[in-house]
Nanobody
Framework: QLQLVESGGALVQPGGSLRLSCATS????????IAWFRQAPGKEREGVSF????????LYADTVKGPFTASRDNARNTAYLQMNNLKPDDTGIYYC??????????????????WGQGTQVTVSS
């Protein structure tokens, strides 16, 4: 079973930046599509971004398009989410998820059998 570990979450002021990482060991991450999801307090988990195995295609939720950038370094078995110009509404637990293929839209959780444990992002002054 593919195991994913997120890191990089922190408390940051509005307008600040963070880079989240999603790493695995013992598996070849390059065969997997990677998505980032987030769950804000009191809200349902939502898809944030998606990147194909070789990074040739990326997709984003409309709410983060522009400030957020998904990338990956397959040689390091690590995917990243660069988050700029953070706002209080970006607060939440961020999860990465992996799938060989998708049967529905990229933001549908049931596409992804493998999930990390999450990393907390708090945007507050």
């Amino acid at each position: 079973q593919l195991q994913l570990v997120e890191s990089g979450g922190a408390l940051v002021q509005p307008g600040g930046s963070l880079r989240l990482s999603c790493a695995t060991s013992g598996f070849n991450l390059r065969v997997y599509n990677i998505a980032w999801f987030r769950q804000a307090p009191g809200k349902e988990r939502e898809g944030v971004s998606f990147i194909t195995p070789w990074g040739t295609n990326t997709l984003y939720a409309d709410t983060v398009k522009g400030p957020f950038t998904a990338s990956r370094d397959n040689a390091r078995n690590t995917a990243y989410l660069q988050m700029n110009n953070l706002k209080p509404d970006d607060t939440g637990i961020y999860y990465c998820a992996a799938a060989w293929s998708l049967s529905t839209g990229w933001a549908e959780e049931n596409n992804y059998p493998s999930w990390g444990q999450g990393t907390q992002v708090t945007v507050s002054s």
